[in-house]
Nanobody
């Protein structure tokens, strides 16, 4: 059974930090690229950060570059999103996503999301 379970969300003041974690199970984690998405009320879901299966390459949305860092631990089947200098506009539900695409195959898994609220 495939599972992605996010944790670490919560309420934080502007300028603060949070570290999100996503625990994976039920699939070969090291074969999958991992992504963090977010969705704010009334807005479409957007890609925040991505990391390749071996962790050698990352990319970020322009809005979070220099503030957020994605990382992974393939031995522990965990992916992280370190968020610093948080702004009210970072308020959203953050989702962990696992993606495998190879040849004719594509597998796409999602977590249930964790709420991040940035407010004073």
């Amino acid at each position: 059974q495939v599972q992605l379970v996010e944790s670490g969300g919560g309420l934080v003041q502007p300028g603060g930090s949070l570290r999100l974690s996503c625990a994976a199970s039920g699939f070969t984690f090291s074969n999958y690229a991992m992504n963090w998405y977010r969705q704010a009320p009334g807005k479409e879901r957007e890609l925040v950060a991505a990391i390749t299966s071996a962790g050698g390459s990352t990319k970020y949305a322009d809005s979070v570059k220099g503030r957020f860092t994605i990382s992974r631990d393939n031995a522990k089947k965990l992916v992280y999103l370190e968020m610093n200098s948080l702004k009210p506009e970072d308020t959203a539900v953050y989702y962990c996503n696992a993606l495998f695409s190879g040849g004719p195959y594509k597998y796409d898994y999602w977590g249930q999301g964790t709420q991040v609220t940035v407010s004073s």
